[in-house]
């Protein structure tokens, strides 16, 4: 009997040590692969940081994945120990022991310890998301149902709407449901302050590989930054159920070096200067253009 189990025990570590070899493989086979800023299938892990904010994600949740391993093997060796030098078989009677002043003593303090050892480098992480160091530009998001509006308030303070692609109008290459019409432009190595607000609903500006999320509240102006480190197309999503659109509202960001960013708003300023005015303050209509809109505002209202 003993030597059947010692046979089965060995049989399952061997199966057990195959499996946990394959997984490994598995993981390093698919990271491997994963070297662009989108969601791929059968993708373990994080997104590969773009900005120094995400680099200090990933290093916080490694981090922690060490402590929790150390913690579960210690409490997993205290259990096995109890099961194996504790069984009913083993102590026929019991102890009745109850208290030990030193245990206790010891198993609140010490959890008390790790958790001080998490917080503190978990606040300075969220004091260096909360605030931009030394700006350089402005951004301004705002969440509509369902797509998003971008404005470059001093780079000429244009602005445009940013919506999906449908699935029957991608080209190659780009992602079903992730795809925007007019992505977001953005210069690389430049510190970027991210203004984010709504007029309808609750949105959320959900940028993965940026560490970026904000939310898009009415009436409230919250803020983010990001500066990223490489050229590159990323992508994201509104993660605020916001409506029955609510997964058709992609973030596209095209990373680019600053001199094609300079080209790009030069463009940018005469292809949208003829779409509808950006959000925030617009200047007052030129004195012809007045009555139009007056006439306009009229019909609408006796119409009604
Ligand atoms: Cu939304």
């Known amino acids: 009997m ?8 060995r049989r399952g570590a061997a199966q057990a040590t195959w499996l946990v070899a394959a997984m490994l493989i598995g993981m390093a086979a698919l990271s491997g692969t994963a070297s662009a800023e989108q969601p791929k299938p059968w993708e373990l892990g994080f997104q590969p940081a773009a900005t120094p904010i995400t680099q200090r994600i990933h290093a916080f949740h490694d981090e922690l994945l060490v402590i929790i391993f150390l913690i579960t093997i210690f409490v997993l060796g205290l259990l096995l120990y109890v099961i194996v030098r504790f069984n009913a078989k083993r102590n026929p009677v019991p102890s009745r022991t109850t208290h030990n002043t030193l245990i206790e003593v010891l198993w609140t303090v010490v959890p008390v310890l790790i958790l001080v050892t ?12 909360d605030r931009v160091p030394k700006e350089s530009m402005t951004i301004k998001v705002t969440g509509h149902q369902w797509y998003w509006t971008y404005a470059y308030p001093d780079n000429g303070g244009f602005g445009f709407d940013s919506n999906m692609v449908e699935a029957s109008s991608l080209k190659p290459g780009q992602p079903r449901i992730l795809t925007a019409d007019n992505p977001l432009v953005i210069p690389v190595d ?10 309808d609903v609750i ?18 102006l919250n803020e983010a930054w990001m500066r990223v480190l490489h050229p590159g197309t990323y992508y994201g999503e509104c993660n605020q159920i916001c409506g029955v659109n609510h997964s058709y509202m992609p973030i596209e960001v095209r990373a680019v070096s600053k001199a ?16 509808a005015p950006a959000p925030g303050p617009q200047p ?11 006439d306009a505002d009229a019909t609408t209202v006796a119409g009604n």
């Open 118 to 129: 998490i917080a503190i480098p978990s606040f300075k992480l969220m004091y260096y998301m």
């Open 284 to 294: 007052k209509p030129a004195p012809d253009a007045a009555p139009k809109l007056a």
């Open 203 to 220: 949105h959320s500006f959900f940028i993965p590989s940026f560490g970026v999320q904000e939310y898009a509240i009415i009436g409230r």
């Open 260 to 275: 094609d960013f300079q080209k790009w708003v030069v463009d940018a300023k005469k292809k949208f200067a003829a779409d």
């Open 2 to 9: 003993g030597r059947l189990t010692g046979t089965l025990l």
């Open 190 to 199: 430049t510190n970027i302050r991210v203004q984010v607000t709504s007029t």
